[in-house]
């Protein structure tokens, strides 16, 4: 390590992987190429022998698989089934034990902010610092962000907001697909109990999320997808588009998000027209 690296903060380094990650640039590549093939063709080399009484025995380690979230998922759906009104689902959420965040951190549960009855649900990933602290969504400089845009299309106070996650994943981490799958059941019977017309998804990890899609958010942005409840009884059309705090990052970017907005509010406004 040299003494730059030495310096640097872990929580930057995240944040801009995360930056990258968003933008949909998933793979790592060398200044220089490296011939694999001819790498292939040299002899292996020889096993570098090892000092056995130096190691100490490791247990084995389990391969990287989803969580089994089961439990958890099952009693989310057992308590968001049982929920009559947004009011009961927001407390039932507040109760819930089978999300990991919970314990990592976070100062509450953050539900959601906006008209219960609204033709448009907005969900982002999950609730950062401010969001923590003031118990709603999107209420910092991203969530500020939003409200503007949401205003100039013409959307402000028709839109219900919540997140993929109700707890702030620490360090403003992305959640991770367990910590989703928990939540998910109470977000389903959120949109059932509001019954938007319209989705918009905001960032990756959302669109990810809800569409069960793999391909970054610069190619799902933009576009219609149908969500399909998880029982398959509902449909709803759904647009991702860019997150808010990586349009502060990115400025340049705030048009690709304004023309899907202007999208989503020509859908709503004039639903009989063709996309
Ligand atoms: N980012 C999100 O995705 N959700 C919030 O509520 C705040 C910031």
Do not use: Y
Request: hydrophobic share 45%; aromatic share 6%; charged share 25%.
């Amino acid at each position: 390590m040299n003494a730059a690296s030495d310096t640097l903060d872990p929580r930057a380094v995240e944040s801009l992987l995360a930056f990258w990650a968003d933008a949909g640039a998933d793979a790592v590549l060398l200044e220089t190429p490296i011939d694999r093939i001819a790498e292939g063709r040299r002899a292996p080399p020889k096993p570098t022998p090892t000092i056995r009484a130096a190691v100490t025995p490791q247990a084995p380690v389990p391969a990287r698989t989803a969580p089994d979230t089961t439990a958890a998922v099952a009693d989310a759906k057992r308590l968001a089934a049982e929920a009559p009104d947004l009011a009961a689902l927001e407390a039932a959420i507040a109760a819930f034990d089978g999300c990991a965040l919970k314990f990592e951190g976070a100062k509450r549960a953050v539900f959601s902010r906006g008209d219960p009855a609204a033709p448009v649900m907005i969900i982002g990933e999950g609730p950062g610092a401010e969001e923590d602290a003031q118990g709603a969504p999107f209420v910092g400089r991203a969530g500020q962000l939003l409200d503007r845009m949401l205003k100039a299309a013409g959307l402000e106070g028709r839109v219900f907001i919540t997140n993929t996650v109700f707890w702030r994943p620490p360090g403003n981490r992305t959640p991770t697909l367990g910590e989703q799958l928990a939540c998910q059941p109470f977000l389903e019977r959120a949109i059932e109990l509001v019954q938007p017309r319209l989705l918009l998804l905001a960032g990756g990890a959302s669109a990810k999320s809800i569409l069960k899609r793999e391909e970054g958010i610069l190619s799902l942005r933009g576009r219609w997808f149908d969500w399909t409840s998880d029982d398959g009884a509902r449909q709803i059309p759904a647009m991702p588009t860019l997150h808010p705090a990586f349009l502060l990052r990115q400025p340049g970017a705030k048009k690709r998000a304004w023309a899907d907005l202007l999208t989503l509010t020509e859908r709503l406004d004039r639903p009989d027209r063709p996309d």
